[in-house]
């Protein structure tokens, strides 16, 4: 049986620079979760953590990361490795890939090209948006997709495809958000304490009836369960900030003013353009 452990003798223990490209939607078992801080299956998200494990203060990444990654906020591990990601490091740019990319390697979901820097917070997130470009087989992407890119990289500037997110000023409104929920269970513990202790003082003494203390407890439970739903509200409120997909807030849309009338009859109107399409496609038939 073949071994590869010489192929790491000697490698270092940090890096300078990291590029990496790792393989999406893998899912990795409890063995394989062991050396991880944030325990999940998913193949990417430990990559990510073993990537940041691995660079050292003033040290650069590039790395592939699917969307999910990136949006993600409804598994602790996904929210706890951004979470130390933009703690760590000064994420410095996400650039939006178009659908289809990778598709001719396997891959075809949606993804991004994210670059960190270790030892420094961050602060400020610059998007450069290419979801919308068209590629294929036949039209992959290429050099020339970039060229508008590598012109405002040097100033992080602002255009049709390119923004800049506050992530500061993004956690601390969130964090604002979310402070009467944290302060509304607080009291809802305290609360929960003092009727607990009374109980338990109650059962001691045997001062009240079972009836009586059946209510009590039921009114324990409510608090209880009040707390942890504001506690919720506050973790979900604060988990979003580490939503990090490209939205690009520059992209034009077309509303449809159309009422509902008019909606109808535009639906009508196709209705009777299928019906005469039928009626030839019959008369085709029977000559």
């Not at 979760?33 to 040290?59: D, I, N, R």
């Not at 990654?69 to 178009?98: G, H, M, W, Y």
Request: glycine content about 6%.
């Amino acid at each position: 049986m073949p071994t590869y452990d010489e192929l790491f003798r000697g490698a270092p223990q940090f890096f300078d620079c990291v590029l990496m490209n790792p393989p999406f939607g893998g899912k990795e078992g409890k063995e394989a979760q062991t050396q991880f801080e944030y325990k999940t299956g998913a193949t990417q998200v430990l990559f990510l953590q073993h990537v940041l494990k691995s660079m050292k203060t003033g040290s650069k990444c590039g790395i592939v990361l699917d969307e999910g990654v990136l949006f993600r906020t409804n598994e602790t591990a996904f929210v706890q490795t951004k979470r130390k990601l933009l703690e760590e490091c000064s994420v410095d740019c996400i650039v939006s890939l178009p659908g289809g990319v990778f598709s001719s390697a396997g891959a075809g979901v949606k993804t991004n090209l994210v670059f960190f820097t270790q030892g420094e917070q961050t602060e400020r997130i610059w998007y450069f948006d290419l979801s919308d470009v068209k590629v294929g087989k036949k039209t992959p992407l290429t050099q020339p997709h970039f060229d508008e890119f590598f012109q405002l990289l040097p100033a992080r500037g602002d255009s049709a495809r390119s923004w800049t997110v506050d992530f500061t000023a993004r956690l601390q409104k969130a964090l604002e958000d979310a402070r009467p929920h944290r302060e509304k269970a607080a009291d809802l513990d305290a609360q929960a304490k003092e009727l607990d202790d009374a109980l338990r003082e109650k059962r001691k003494a045997k001062s009240v009836s079972a009836t009586t203390f059946a209510a009590l407890e039921g009114k324990l439970r409510t608090f209880e369960r009040a707390a942890r739903e504001s506690r919720a509200k506050a973790d979900a409120i604060e988990d979003a900030v580490f939503d990090l997909k490209a939205v690009n807030p520059n992209r034009s849309t077309e509303d449809d003013t159309r009422t509902p009338a008019q909606l109808l009859d535009f639906i009508e109107a196709k209705g009777r353009d299928a019906d005469e399409a039928i009626a030839r496609l019959r008369c085709l038939i029977v000559e």
